[in-house]
């Protein structure tokens, strides 16, 4: 049996697992990234030791680790492994992850984007069932994407960032997104802009259960308690997401659109008014065949992948296309 | 030298040429389409002879033709060679084109959509300089789009229908658009959205010295002779235009964006309103990376495009891919 170690490096924490070729996960571990402590900190005190323990635990049950695939949340350059000013790794700037995990672990490393991973694995061992084309969508704070191409090989575009859908503009005279552009799906389908929706309701003095400053899962408890508001503002960031979902069907015609991330686990409440405005909107031929699902592998997802890529999946004779497309 | 015979099939005329291996093209004929005169008066009556009388041309100058492509304007299965309701083609219903030619011509035939195939000559020879990803747009009574990945090959989607940039939303409470949406780009940077739009400011009784009915290419001369609704009409395509590609630049990353088609030969008039837009709404990263560049091919776009088709270029390994996808 061929083992891997994915580990995903996010900004609140750093999860790892054994995945096996089949799929198989053993060895589940997540630690506090403490990301406030600075870069040397998370690198030497969190990722290294977890990655060690890992192995370790490996080694003693006989389990032989071919390599290590680690899923970064921020943008990258997955050929040279460096990443960018992640945002939720505070001290970072440019830094070369993947060199600096080669020198210190004696395997193979490879790194990607975590939206990226997360489709790798959906499509894999997830709602995509191994069909491509494949367009992922992170839904929480933000909103990332990943999209995945026939044979399961990731779209990196020419700069190592394709895919950001959370960046698509649905409205044009819409509401600001941090990224300086008004009306983007993250503006207006995120938890953030849940939770905005919900705030502003409350300040206009609308009558809810809902606490003041609540969370998007608190909205979600509200909402399956009956609560108007909180079923308005599901409404409100379904349609805005079905309107993207519509948009990303025509562009790409996938196979599967996956809605993965914190928001989702809002299930039906997001996903109902999501696929009936994507029905309302989409052409005739993505409408009767693009699938839109719910994301099977939860948060386990980038780990998933992250090994999946470490096993070989995801690239496809990388440094030669990347050479050809010049 | 190695010769291909392009054919470009649309609403109003059929266009060929000889195409070499280097880009050179001889004998290049063009003849109307009478698409009102039904299916079997354009394929015996006008698509055959225009074939063979090319292929004869080529024969008696001694060029030796390995095989024919042919751009559809259509939704079409490149991979069965169906083409599905031409729009702009009545009476053709669902017609296996590939199988009818390949019977009739004793030489391999491909076919492809028209704006896949204008993406592909404009990737190899145009605008694109043989860099991929490259995504096209065609801007005329619609809005067609094409994405090409690395090596030139062209992204068919799950279904043969990649591409549909027209119908990607902009503005989901903007202007009806004629597939059922509403604020598609298609709605509100074609052509026809530009001849809408100085239509409406003519009926609100605005002083313009653009004619009633006027046509795109009236608007643009009028544009360059400074009349202020022209420029207006102008300045609101360019801005529509450029949030849509700032929208598909952070999707797909690409490294060329290239706007073809009618609309696109009032060149500044609309390059300039767009670029600025899609600076002022794009992520950094593809602000300053992504190339926004007027076609180079003009109307033989999909002449060219279609020859590389049948030189090779733009499919790679085609059915295998398609069955792994299952």
Redesign the interface.
């Known amino acids: 049996m061929r083992w891997a170690l994915g580990v995903d490096l996010g900004g609140t924490a750093i999860k790892a697992a054994l995945v096996s070729q089949e799929g198989d996960r053993e060895e589940v571990m997540e630690v506090p990234t403490q990301a406030w402590m600075g870069r040397d900190h998370v690198l030497e005190k969190r990722l290294l030791p977890l990655i060690e323990r890992a192995l370790q635990r490996a080694r003693s049950r006989g389990m032989k680790v071919e390599a290590v695939g680690v899923a970064v949340a921020s943008?990258l350059d997955p050929w040279k492994g460096v990443v960018y000013h992640p945002p939720n790794l505070p001290g970072w700037g440019v830094f070369p992850l993947l060199p600096y995990l080669e020198e210190r672990l004696y395997l193979p490393v490879k790194i990607d984007n975590d939206a990226n991973l997360f489709a790798l694995g959906e499509w894999k061992w997830g709602a995509g069932q191994?069909?491509?084309?494949l367009l992922c969508l992170t839904l929480g704070t933000g909103i990332g994407?990943g999209i995945v191409?026939?044979?399961g090989i990731i779209?990196?575009?020419?700069?190592?960032?394709?895919?950001?859908?959370g960046?698509?503009?649905?409205?044009?005279?819409g509401p600001p997104c941090n990224?300086?552009?008004?009306g983007c799906l993250e503006a207006m389908a995120s938890a953030t802009a849940l939770e905005r929706w919900v705030k502003e309701s409350q300040e206009r003095g609308r009558t809810t259960k809902i606490p003041p400053g609540a969370k998007a899962i608190d909205i979600a408890r509200a909402a399956r308690e009956g609560d108007e508001v909180a079923l308005e503002a599901f409404q409100w960031v379904g349609k805005?997401l079905g309107?993207?979902i519509?948009?990303?069907a025509?562009?790409?015609?996938?196979?599967v659109i996956v809605l993965g991330g914190g928001l989702s686990k809002a299930g039906m409440l997001l996903l109902e008014p999501a696929v009936s405005e994507f029905e309302?909107?989409?052409?005739s031929?993505?409408r009767e065949?693009?699938k839109v699902r719910l994301a099977h592998l939860g948060h386990l997802g980038g780990v998933i992948g992250a090994a999946l890529l470490a096993l070989g999946e995801g690239l496809e004779n990388h440094d030669k296309?990347r050479e050809?497309?010049?």
Not at 167 to 173: F, G, K, L, N, R
């Open positions: 943008p191994g069909h491509a084309p994407g191409y026939h044979r779209w990196h575009g020419a700069h190592g960032a394709g895919g950001e859908f960046h698509v503009t649905i409205d044009m005279e990224c300086g552009n008004r805005n309107v993207g519509a948009a990303l025509n562009a790409f015609d996938p196979r309302r909107r989409a052409l031929l993505q065949r693009v296309v050809e497309e010049g």
